[in-house]
Each structure stands twice: as structure tokens, then as C-alpha cells.
């Protein structure tokens, strides 16, 4: 398989300046420093290699890492931690040995100013940069195989970034391959033919890229390869053409009875992205986009206005990570109006956040991109403790309702949550109901049955919002322990002015009460509105007619 030039020789020493520069851009950390640790002939620690660690006391540094971590100086590895004090303007630490195999060998020490420690994200990924730390670029794999995996990719990607030195005069094209029919055929013939299918798509790689290419096999039908760009950037987009060619050609289709169907999505460095993971999530953007058109062109790079798009979520996402750390986030309440009496009976709890720099951002697009990104359910654990705690100081005993992601009820730990947010704050549950969207996948059945069931169980009440904007609503009301359907503001905003909409109300409120269920009506604004609701039995509202969201809370027992 002719896709790499040989490893770099083996006495190669890596550029330990060029190496501190690159952990403090691809960690990232504030400073990075590498020591030189004490030898019989060189009895103290000192400075070899830094990158913005100007003023940097090291003496100090070790002194507070050794009584930090509880390690001397010849077993400190591959840790990190919270200075008990800060040293100078750090206040964090991260350290890993540059020879793991000796005790005497080199150290790499990352510092940040922010308190908070290192993530866990931080320690993996500078887990899986040996080939960086070593100055070895060059890729592992066995012969006759290609490697596997998003790490195989990342960890590549990262040691020619930083080992390499690339530069814009040395840039690089990151290439998303997807194999569309391995899916239905692992279903339909088993994975014995996918496999077959599989190995083929290699076996047409290996001699469609040039060497040096590295090629990845991702999982499935899905690759990446990574194409050093000697001449310009269209040369990206003349492989790609050419191996959606070969793998459509009809010679391949008639040896295995079915066709490839394939499509690449790509982008390059750095041109479209400034930096590893970007250029990936930015590749498989493009790939989604083609993917989703059905017909047309096979390949296609990603496009300004999405690397922009995708530009802006990894941001925010960043900056969600970081607010998440701090408990960055507020509250607002918004009132719940009980129909018959006109008497406010529960406020609902909505988290709104100020990102630093950009000023408030809509509800929905930051729960969108912490759903996206993995964090919604840290976001919805915050809410839940910080809304019961507040709701149990206020001097009247109103209810309290939160919106809780119905995408991490497979997880089968909200039920948990939901008990320590109550414990801890010391509130009634009866006071407390859950509020899940039906317009988010619940997750596997029994599992969702499981912990819906749980949390009734506390005495928790359960409410389906969004109720007729998703799919599966009936399904839902059947199947699962709902005491109350919150009615979509898309219906109540049309009362009075559509006679379709005002009949499937009436129908949709009598099967509510059908099913013992009580029913609240989101986005009241009119009293036109208010009196048709009233008159068939929707039992709560709220909206503009009765009160905005506010960050004021409901008045408070004194402390």
C-alpha cells in the first residue's frame, strides 16, 4: 500500500521550542514550559523550552506542583490540579513526562491564569499526542491495513500541526468520505457483505491516493483522507472527483452486485480552518450538506457562509463549556395563570445566559448547540438546583416548573438529578413538575417509560410540552405518565382568526381531559383568546396577557 514516505529518522531530536508552542496552541493553556529535571551533574530543574512564560518562576512552579500533587519532583507524570495558591498569575497546572519510561527525563508543564482545572478533554488529548511529544510524525499502522478511527485521525492531524510545522505554505486537505449503501446492506445482507463492500472501498483508496496521503478508516462506510496540498487547493477537489469516479464506476458495481454510492465533503488547512478540530467538524459539514441534497454533485467543499456557521457554534460551544464551569447562567420566571379563579399558581423557571462579548443569546440557540454538543444535561442539572433552591425560599408556596431535555432520559440519571436538586433545597416535590419537549427525541422507549416512572414516583408532576409540533405526540400520551399537556403557542395565536384551528383545539382539549390529564396553554395574549380556552376547560395559562418573563423572583422569606 503506497501511502506514506518513510518514518523520519529515529535520532531525530524534535524542536523543543517549535514543541512548546504547539501543546499551548493545541491544548490550548496560557503557558508551556519543558524542564530539563535534576541529573547527578545537573542538580536543579531548568527551563530548556517556553512558550509565552515570560517571568516564569520555576523553582516556585515545582515547588507548589510537588505539594499540590503529593508527588516529588522524580515521580510527577501525566497529572494535573488547582495551586493551593496562585503562583504568580496561574492558577492551574497540568504536567506530563516527556519520557514516561525514566524518572529523570523531561517534564512539560502547562499553566493557566483562569481557576478552573484543566478539563478531562485536556489530559485525553494530550494523551494521545505521544507521536507530537517525540517529534515522530510520521503514522502507525499495520501493514496492509488502514488505520482506524476519529483518534487515529485527530492524533494524526495534531502530530503534523505540530510536529511537521505546517504553515500556509504547507497546507493540507482534509477529505470525508461516506459509503451511503453500507448501512441498508449490513441490514438487508448482513456484515459479512458490508465487510466485503468495506474492503473493496480500501482496496480503491490505496490506489486512488497519491503518496503521501494517509487514509482513515472511520467506521462503517465512513473514511477521511488527509492530502498534502503541493501545488493549490484544487488538487482537493480533483481527488475527490477522481475516487467518486472509481468507486462509481459501473465495473464496481457489477463485481459487487451493488453500487458505492459515495460522497466526500472536505475542507483544508488553512484556508477554511485554523486548526484540527475545525477542519474536521468543518469536512463533516461539507459531507452533511452533499449528503443532503439526494441528488446532484458527489463532493463538495464546505462553503464560507456554513464555516462561518460551524465557526460560530464551535465558539459558543466553548464559551457554554466555560459557563457551565462558573454556573454562568440566569434565571427568568414566567407566571402560570390558573384559568378560573385568575390567581397566579406556579412560575416557570427559563435559563437565559450572557455570553461574554456577545450579550444575550436566544434561549434556543444555546440549547440547541449544548444538545449538539453533549452539555445539555450539566445545563439542565444546573437549572434544576438553582430553580428548586430559589423556589424554596419564596414566601408562598407556588409551584415550580422546569424544562428538562427529554434527549438524556436514556442516560436513565435525570430521575437522580431530579431527587438531589429537590433534596438539597429542601422543597415539597408535589410543588415541582418536570416539563418535557415534545419536539426532542425521548430516547429508547423503556428506557424513557423507566425514568419517567421514577420521577412520578417522588410525586413529581410531568408535563408534554410543545404539545402538536412534534411527531409521536399520541404515541407519547399513551405510553407514557403525563399529568399535563402544555398546548403550543403556534395554536393559541391563531384563536379567533382560523375556524380549523379553534375546532382541533376543541378536540385536542377534550381528549386531554379524557385521559385525566390537565391542560395549559403557552403564548395567551388577547382576552379573546383567554375566553375560548376558559370556555372548553384549559385549566392554566400563560403569556403577554398575564405576565413577561422576569428575572425578579416571586417575593422571598427573609433569611
Known amino acids: 500500500m503506497r501511502h506514506q514516505t518513510a518514518a523520519p529518522d529515529a535520532q531525530q531530536e524534535p524542536d523543543l521550542n517549535a514543541l512548546a508552542q504547539s501543546v499551548a496552541r493545541l491544548l490550548p493553556c496560557d503557558a508551556t514550559i519543558i524542564v530539563a529535571r535534576g541529573r547527578s551533574r545537573v542538580p536543579q530543574p531548568s527551563i530548556v523550552a517556553a512558550a509565552n512564560a515570560s517571568g516564569v518562576d520555576l523553582p516556585r512552579i515545582m515547588t507548589a506542583i510537588e505539594a499540590a500533587s503529593g508527588a516529588d519532583g522524580a515521580n510527577i507524570d501525566a497529572t494535573s490540579g488547582v495551586f493551593d495558591t496562585p503562583e504568580g498569575e496561574f492558577h492551574t497546572w497540568l504536567v506530563k513526562s516527556l519520557d514516561e519510561g525514566a524518572k529523570d527525563g523531561p517534564l512539560l508543564i502547562c499553566l493557566n491564569r483562569t481557576a478552573r482545572p484543566f478539563p478531562e478533554r485536556t489530559l485525553t488529548r494530550l494523551a494521545s499526542m505521544g507521536d507530537v511529544m517525540s517529534g515522530d510524525t510520521s503514522p502507525k499502522r499495520e501493514t496492509g491495513q488502514l488505520p482506524t478511527g476519529i483518534v487515529a485521525l485527530t492524533h494524526y492531524l495534531d502530530a503534523r500541526m505540530a510536529g511537521a510545522g505546517l504553515s500556509p505554505t ?91 454510492d459515495p460522497y466526500i465533503g472536505w475542507a483544508a488547512y488553512p484556508f477554511d480552518a485554523p486548526e484540527a478540530d475545525t477542519l474536521i467538524g468543518f469536512a463533516n459539514a461539507a459531507l452533511a450538506r452533499i449528503r443532503g441534497m439526494h441528488a446532484g454533485p458527489r463532493v463538495n467543499r464546505i462553503a464560507p457562509e456554513i464555516a462561518r456557521f460551524h465557526a460560530e457554534q464551535i465558539g459558543m460551544e466553548n464559551d457554554l463549556r466555560q459557563a457551565i464551569d462558573t454556573g454562568n447562567f440566569t434565571l427568568n420566571w414566567l407566571p402560570v395563570l390558573e384559568t378560573s379563579t385568575q390567581a397566579v399558581v406556579a412560575f416557570e423557571a427559563l435559563v437565559r445566559w450572557n455570553r461574554p462579548g456577545h450579550g444575550p443569546i436566544d434561549p434556543a440557540a444555546f440549547l440547541l448547540c449544548a444538545e449538539n454538543a453533549g452539555l445539555i444535561e450539566e445545563i439542565d442539572r444546573w437549572v434544576l438546583r438553582e430553580a428548586c433552591s430559589q423556589a424554596n425560599a419564596w414566601e408562598t408556596a407556588l409551584g415550580v416548573s422546569i424544562n428538562v431535555s427529554p434527549s438524556w432520559l436514556e442516560t436513565e440519571r435525570v430521575a437522580s438529578t431530579i431527587s438531589d436538586a429537590v433534596h438539597r433545597a429542601g422543597l415539597d416535590p408535589a410543588r415541582l413538575q418536570i416539563e418535557l419537549s415534545e419536539r426532542s427525541r425521548f430516547g429508547p422507549p423503556d428506557s424513557a417509560r423507566k425514568e419517567l416512572a421514577r420521577i412520578r414516583a417522588m410525586g413529581v408532576r410531568l408535563v408534554l410540552d410543545d404539545f402538536g409540533t412534534g411527531i409521536g405526540a399520541l404515541e407519547r400520551l399513551t405510553n407514557y405518565p403525563f399529568d399535563q399537556v402544555k398546548l403550543d403557542r403556534m395554536f393559541i395565536t391563531r384563536l379567533g382568526s382560523d375556524s380549523r384551528v379553534e375546532t382541533v383545539l376543541r378536540s385536542m382539549l377534550h381528549m386531554i381531559h379524557s385521559l385525566n390529564m390537565t391542560c395549559c396553554a403557552e403564548g395567551v395574549e388577547t382576552e379573546e383568546q383567554l375566553g375560548f380556552l376558559d370556555a372548553h376547560g384549559c385549566e392554566e395559562i400563560q403569556g403577554y396577557l398575564i405576565g413577561r418573563p422576569t428575572i425578579e423572583l416571586p417575593i422571598s422569606r427573609s433569611v
Open 170 to 260: 504547507s497546507p493540507i486537505a482534509l477529505l470525508r468520505l461516506d459509503l451511503g449503501r453500507v448501512g441498508p446492506i449490513n441490514d438487508t445482507d448482513g456484515w459479512p457483505k458490508s465487510d466485503m463492500l468495506i474492503n473493496r472501498a480500501s482496496a480503491i483508496l490505496a490506489e486512488a491516493a497519491p503518496d503521501p496521503c494517509f487514509t482513515v478508516h472511520l467506521g462503517g462506510g465512513s473514511f477521511a483522507i488527509i492530502l498534502p496540498l503541493k501545488h493549490d487547493i484544487n488538487e482537493a477537489a480533483r481527488l475527490a472527483g477522481e475516487i467518486v469516479e472509481k468507486l462509481s464506476a459501473q465495473s464496481e458495481t457489477q463485481t459487487l452486485g451493488f453500487p458505492f
